[in-house]
């Protein structure tokens, strides 16, 4: 079925290839002048779930302009394919790690503005991944402290307390809000890559989308918007940069060790302007 699929957009040879590729990959994504497709395996069960989810969220929310618009898919215990129409305009960067975004303000303030209407999308109850913000602060925390100040683990230790979030004031959120996943069409916004969908804190994606897209200061002026707390903004922003930071602590024997010194400075440097603007 994938392979009829593929034919509507392939020619052979490039079909060829691309299952030799998942012979090695999990997933494969394809970019022509007419669409996007992505083909996943069922190699490894949550990643393959998530890319169900994300078929499940485009069938239901059809007509949602923040989407792009999806032509076919299929899905069976093995593989899945998602044929996406290529989305004109251009992503807000290239790169998970591109920090430095030329945007206008305006622009900025559109963005976030269209992420606080994201929880009002529809998607069914099995698609729910929740999000306890106290549990991954107190997660990430012990495993980066080795790289904190001895200033900042007294300072994150007397408020891990106010971490704390109501299951209730819980709102739908994207999970990965970096600049390849934000595109501007004609003005309009659309978000894509929707694997990681479930319910977080109200200011969970701006934070992510910020620290994603501005170095430094990125939380600067983000109380004036309508609809942000300032406080539970930079609640989100430091767990997040915690993440980031034993994320990379990780890769310490896999990859060139200045590479990752150099990531984690990134992150301790965010988390010390969060810490202070606290």
């Known amino acids: 079925m994938i392979k009829e699929i593929l034919k509507k957009y392939l020619n052979d040879s490039k079909i ?4 030799d590729e998942l012979l090695i990959k999990q997933r494969v994504n394809i970019l022509t ?3 996007f497709i992505k083909i996943g395996t069922n190699d490894k069960e949550e990643f393959f779930d998530n890319l169900v989810k994300e078929i499940k969220l485009y069938e239901k929310n059809q007509k949602n302009s923040s989407f792009p618009e999806m032509l ?10 998602i044929v996406l129409k290529r989305i004109g305009g251009r992503t807000l960067g290239k790169s998970r790690n591109e920090f430095t975004i030329e945007m206008s303000k305006e622009e900025r303030e559109t963005i976030i503005k269209d992420i ?8 069914d109850s099995d698609n729910e991944k929740n999000y306890d913000r106290f549990d991954q602060f107190n997660k990430y925390f012990e495993r980066a402290k080795e790289h904190l100040t001895a200033l900042n683990i007294t300072f994150l230790t007397k408020i891990k307390d106010e971490f704390y979030d ?18 501007i069409e004609e003005g309009k916004v659309k978000f894509i890559d929707w694997e990681f969908i479930g319910y977080r804190t109200k200011t969970y994606d701006i934070a ?6 501005t170095e430094e200061n990125c939380f600067e002026y983000e109380e004036k918007i309508e609809g942000i707390d300032k406080k539970e ?9 915690l993440k980031e930071i034993q994320n990379w602590n990780k890769l310490f024997g896999e990859v060139d060790d200045k590479i990752v010194n150099k990531k984690i400075n990134r992150w301790k440097k965010e988390l010390d302007l969060l810490i202070n603007g606290y």
């Open 72 to 81: 076919e898919f299929y899905y069976d215990n093995d593989r899945c394919i």
């Open 208 to 213: 992510y989308f910020l620290l994603f897209s």
């Open 116 to 123: 606080l209407k994201i929880k009002a999308i529809s998607i």
């Open 166 to 183: 109501k299951k209730e004031n819980r709102v739908l959120s994207h999970g990965d809000l970096i600049a390849p996943n934000i595109m």
């Open 33 to 35: 002048e007419d669409v």
């Open 233 to 241: 903004l930079f609640k989100d922003g430091i767990v997040i940069c």
């Open 16 to 19: 060829t290839e691309l299952f």
